[in-house]
């Protein structure tokens, strides 16, 4: 069974502070994704990695940052936390190889006050 | 570029009635096209995909969907929703090793 696990379910961070998201997919596979997720809007890819310390911009990159040293793990960087980057933050993983399925965790919710 | 769109962003039905989600999505090249659902608090799950071959494709909770090349249409249908399949639905297609979502929509199930 595919598991893609989260550090935190729930998260509340000050304005300025930077902030780690974590990420971790046990099931080998060689991409990983971050999303943001926001009422109305959808999922929105901020970043992806399709290989250890190889990374893509998605299509809302600014404010965040990314890494990825081992391949079953993917972080996400807040620089310097703001209030417009409250939202539910998920993490998604597949193979390359595959038929582009994507495996999720469960999701954190950060909220920056 | 690949795009998606659910038009519906809530969609109240009551239990027992049948359902529809729309899905439609732009390309230029072949798709893999997947419904995704997601419960209140948790991460999205795998409802449904299609590949290749047969154009209705079936999840193991009575969900369905039919590939339409002509109509760029991928509609998720139901034909008697429960209380439990009250979440958001969520139409993605591929694109270049990763997969563009919709907006989603709200399934809401009324007693």
């Known amino acids: 069974d595919v598991k893609v696990t989260q550090s935190s379910r729930y998260l509340v961070k000050r304005t300025g502070e930077k902030v780690f998201l974590e990420c971790v997919q046990d099931?080998?596979?060689?991409?990983m994704f971050w999303y943001r997720q926001d009422p109305g809007l959808g999922l929105r890819l901020i970043y992806f990695?399709?290989?250890?310390?190889?990374?893509e911009k998605g299509d809302i990159p600014e404010g965040y940052s990314v890494s990825r040293e081992k391949k079953e793990r993917f972080s996400l960087i807040l620089e310097s936390a703001s209030t417009n980057q409250t939202s539910m933050y998920l993490c998604?993983?597949?193979?390359?190889?595959?038929?582009?399925?994507?495996?999720f965790g469960p999701g954190t919710r950060l909220t920056v006050t | 570029a690949q795009s998606v769109t659910q038009l519906d962003s809530q969609v109240p039905v009551f239990e027992e009635a049948p359902v529809e989600l729309r899905c439609n999505y732009s390309?230029?090249?072949?798709?893999?096209l997947f419904w995704y659902v997601q419960y209140p608090n948790q991460g999205l799950q795998l409802l449904l995909k299609?590949?290749?071959?047969?154009?209705l494709v079936e999840s193991i909770n009575g969900f369905e969907a039919e590939f339409n090349k002509s109509q760029t249409s991928f509609h998720l249908r139901k034909p008697s929703v429960h209380i439990s399949d009250t979440a958001e639905y969520f139409c993605?297609?591929?694109?270049?090793?990763?997969?563009?979502f919709g907006t989603g929509t709200l399934l809401a199930v009324q007693p």
């Open positions: 299609y590949l290749s071959g047969s154009t």
């Open positions: 390309s230029s090249v072949s798709v893999y």
């Open positions: 990695s399709y290989d250890v310390k190889m990374k």
């Open positions: 998604a993983s597949s193979s390359y190889s595959g038929d582009y399925e994507q495996y």
């Open positions: 099931m080998d596979h060689e991409n």
């Open positions: 993605a297609v591929s694109a270049t090793n990763k997969l563009i």
